[in-house]
Every structure is written in C-alpha cells, then in structure tokens.
C-alpha cells in the first residue's frame, strides 16, 4: 500500500533539528580549501606564463595579483593550503585508528583551524 503521508514528512536530518559537528564542518572545508587551491594554482600558473609572453601581459597578471583583491586571494589560499595540510595530517593519524573518539576529534579540528591561522600569520611576517 502507497504511503499518503510521504510528502508530509520531512527529509532525514531535518535542517530545523539537525545540529552540524565540528567534525562534518572541518571534513567539508578540507574539500572547500583543496579545491580553492587550483584556483590558486591556476592564478599561478598565469603569472608564470605572461611572464613568458611579454612585458604587456606580466604586467597585466602582475597588476592584478599584486592589487588589494589579487593580496586578499593570496592571503586566504596561504590559509586554505595550512588549513588543508593540517586536515590532512589529521585524517593521516585517523588512518592509524588513533585518537578517534569525540572529545579529541574535536580538538583536534579546533587545532587544524587555530593551527592553519597561526602559521598563516607566520608565513605572512616571515615571508
């Protein structure tokens, strides 16, 4: 017999009851920040090769990777790739079956985030 009630019914987990994890959230940023980092690799990619082309069309890439926006792009995929090589130590030791229960999964996210920052603002003085 059809169920009439199917429409009804809302999807499993509800957006109004579901609460995300710090764990789901770090696991989808790890995806966000790893494809970002191809933007930044093709931005990269361009530069080099006006470089190559002539002083007209460097100077065009230069420009815009060198403005406010090109520094503020930059800036965020330093970000992005700390963030993404934190990520992926951590799911390197979740590999091993280690350090897997709730309270430190969380910590260790916190971790890769308040780490990925700190080493961005390091890389940024030091660099």
């Not at 790893?34 to 460097?58: C, E, H, R």
């Amino acid at each position: 017999m059809a169920d009439v009630n199917r429409g009804d019914r809302p999807l499993s987990p509800h957006m109004t009851i579901y609460r995300p994890q710090l764990t789901s959230i770090t696991s989808i940023l790890t995806r966000v920040t790893g494809n970002a980092m191809l933007i930044t690799a093709l931005l990269i990619v361009w530069w080099f090769t006006a470089a190559a082309a002539g002083a007209d069309s460097f100077a065009t890439a230069n420009g815009f990777l060198t403005s406010w926006f090109g520094d503020l792009v930059m800036l965020l995929s330093v970000l992005g790739l700390w963030y993404h090589t934190l990520a992926g130590i951590r799911h390197l030791i979740w590999d091993n079956a280690v350090l897997m229960d709730v309270p430190t999964a969380e910590k260790l996210g916190w971790a890769c985030i308040g780490g990925s920052v700190i080493l961005t603002l390091i890389t940024v003085v030091v660099v």
